[in-house]
C-alpha cells in the first residue's frame, strides 16, 4: 500500500458506494488505493445510502466546484407508520401512526407519486449537512441543538412508483419510487413530507443513487475492484462537466499553461452527440462534432490539450474571448484509454 503523499495523478472515478460507510470513509479508502491525499468527492451520500459517488483525484480535486449543480437519480423505498429524528432507518422513532389503506392501492399511489413532480420548497433534514452560521446543523443536532434551518427552492423532474409492499401486514408498508430530483433535494425529506401529506409518520428506509448528471451506476466501480483496477477505472471528466470545449495544438497548450487569454475567433468549440457512455465508442473522441451555437458570456468552455483537460476558461463576451478560471498544470486524463 502507497504512503499517502502527493503524486503525478490527476483524475476522476466514480465508486458504487457501499451501504454503512460515510462518503469520508470512501474518500480515505480512495487515498491508500493510489497514495495520495489530495482526494475529493462531488457531493455528499448518507451512510444508510448507497450507488453513484463522483471521486476527483489529485489536482482534479479543482473540478469539484464545476461537478456541482447536476440532477440526481435515486431509487428510495419509503417506510409508512414511523417516523424518526434522521428521517431514515438509521434515526431513532419518534413517532408512529397507522397507514391509511389507500396507501395499498395502486392507482392512488401512483398518482400521488406522480404528483411529486414540479418545483417545490423543502425543508431540509435536522441531521443533514448544512452549514448556518459556519456549523454543521448534524453536528449541532447531535448535541441537542436544533439549528432553525429555511426551506429550500427544489424541483422533482421525475417520479415513478416501482411498487408497493406490506398489504398483508407482514412487513410495514413501503413504497419503492424513482426519483430524479434537483441539486439540493434531500430525499429524507421527501420522504417525510410524504408521509406528512397522506396523514401518516414516514422515513426512508434504504436508498440508492442511480446517476449523477451523466454518470450512472453502471460506469462505477467497487472499492475492491478500484484496489484492483486503479487507473483503468477512470472516466472522462468531460461528460461529468457537461461543458463544451476546445481542442488545442501545441502553441495554444503553451499559452493557456502560462495562464494567458484566447480569442474567440481563434478557436473552434465542440460538442457531444451523446450523453451517455453506453452510446459512444470510446470515451475521449468519439460522438463529437463541431458546435453550431456561439459562446454565451459566462460559459465555462475545458481546454483539452494531448487527450487531457488542461484547463477549464470562462467566455467574456465583451471582450470576445476565453479567459482562464482553473489550469492544470498535469492536465486531468480522459479515461482508461491514456493507459
Same mark, same amino acid.
Given at each position: 500500500m502507497a504512503k499517502r503523499g502527493t503524486t503525478d495523478l490527476s483524475l476522476m472515478v466514480a465508486v458504487d458506494k457501499p451501504s454503512g460507510m460515510t462518503s469520508h470513509d470512501v474518500i480515505n479508502r480512495v487515498r491508500r488505493i493510489f497514495g495520495e491525499r489530495r482526494v475529493g468527492h462531488t457531493g455528499t451520500l448518507d451512510p444508510l445510502?448507497?450507488?453513484?459517488?463522483?471521486?476527483?483525484?489529485? %489536482?482534479?480535486?479543482?473540478?469539484?466546484?464545476?461537478?456541482?449543480?447536476?440532477? $440526481?437519480?435515486?431509487?428510495?423505498? /419509503?417506510?409508512?407508520?414511523? !417516523?424518526?429524528?434522521?428521517?431514515? !432507518?438509521?434515526? #431513532?422513532?419518534?413517532?408512529?401512526?397507522?397507514?391509511?389503506?389507500? /396507501?395499498?392501492? %395502486?392507482?392512488? *399511489?401512483?398518482?400521488?407519486?406522480?404528483?411529486?413532480?414540479?418545483?417545490?420548497?423543502?425543508? %431540509?433534514? /435536522?441531521?443533514?449537512?448544512? $452549514? /448556518?452560521?459556519? $456549523?454543521?446543523?448534524?453536528?449541532? !443536532? =447531535? =448535541?441537542?441543538?436544533?439549528?432553525?434551518?429555511?426551506?429550500?427552492?427544489? #424541483?422533482?423532474?421525475? *417520479?415513478?412508483?416501482?411498487?408497493?409492499?406490506?398489504? #398483508?401486514?407482514?412487513? %410495514?408498508?413501503?413504497?419503492?419510487?424513482?426519483?430524479?430530483?434537483?441539486? +439540493?433535494?434531500?430525499?429524507?425529506?421527501? *420522504?417525510?413530507?410524504?408521509?406528512?401529506?397522506?396523514?401518516?409518520? !414516514?422515513?426512508?428506509?434504504?436508498?440508492?443513487?442511480?446517476?449523477? +448528471?451523466?454518470?450512472?451506476?453502471?460506469?462505477?466501480?467497487?472499492? #475492491?475492484?478500484?484496489?484492483?483496477?486503479?487507473?483503468a477505472a477512470a472516466l472522462d471528466p468531460l461528460r461529468a462537466l457537461g461543458c463544451r470545449f476546445v481542442y488545442l495544438d501545441d502553441a495554444a497548450a503553451a499559452r493557456v499553461r502560462n495562464g494567458n487569454a484566447l480569442p474567440a475567433a481563434d478557436v473552434v468549440v465542440c460538442e457531444r452527440r451523446c450523453a451517455d457512455a453506453a452510446s459512444e465508442l470510446c470515451a475521449c473522441t468519439a460522438g463529437v462534432r463541431e458546435s453550431c451555437e456561439p459562446l454565451h458570456d459566462d460559459e465555462t468552455v475545458a481546454l483539452v490539450y494531448d487527450n487531457r483537460i488542461i484547463a477549464l476558461y470562462g467566455y467574456d463576451a465583451g471582450r470576445d474571448r476565453l479567459a482562464p478560471r482553473c489550469v492544470f498544470p498535469i492536465g486531468v486524463i480522459r479515461g482508461y484509454s491514456d493507459f
Open positions: 445510502a448507497s450507488g453513484v459517488l463522483p471521486v476527483c483525484i489529485g %489536482p482534479a480535486t479543482r473540478l469539484d466546484n464545476y461537478l456541482v449543480g447536476h440532477a $440526481k437519480s435515486y431509487v428510495v423505498s /419509503v417506510i409508512f407508520g414511523a !417516523a424518526t429524528d434522521t428521517d431514515d !432507518a438509521e434515526g #431513532e422513532v419518534i413517532r408512529t401512526g397507522d397507514v391509511p389503506e389507500e /396507501v395499498f392501492d %395502486p392507482f392512488f *399511489a401512483s398518482t400521488f407519486v406522480a404528483s411529486l413532480v414540479g418545483k417545490a420548497k423543502q425543508l %431540509p433534514p /435536522v441531521y443533514s449537512a448544512i $452549514k /448556518v452560521g459556519g $456549523k454543521k446543523a448534524c453536528d449541532e !443536532a =447531535r =448535541r441537542g441543538r436544533v439549528i432553525d434551518l429555511a426551506p429550500r427552492d427544489i #424541483e422533482v423532474f421525475s *417520479a415513478e412508483l416501482l411498487g408497493i409492499w406490506g398489504a #398483508e401486514g407482514a412487513e %410495514p408498508a413501503r413504497w419503492d419510487v424513482a426519483f430524479t430530483v434537483s441539486a +439540493g433535494t434531500y430525499i429524507r425529506s421527501l *420522504a417525510r413530507d410524504m408521509g406528512n401529506a397522506l396523514g401518516c409518520p !414516514a422515513h426512508v428506509g434504504a436508498l440508492r443513487r442511480t446517476a449523477v +448528471g451523466s454518470i450512472a451506476l453502471d460506469e462505477c466501480v467497487s472499492l #475492491e475492484t478500484l484496489e484492483d483496477i486503479g487507473l
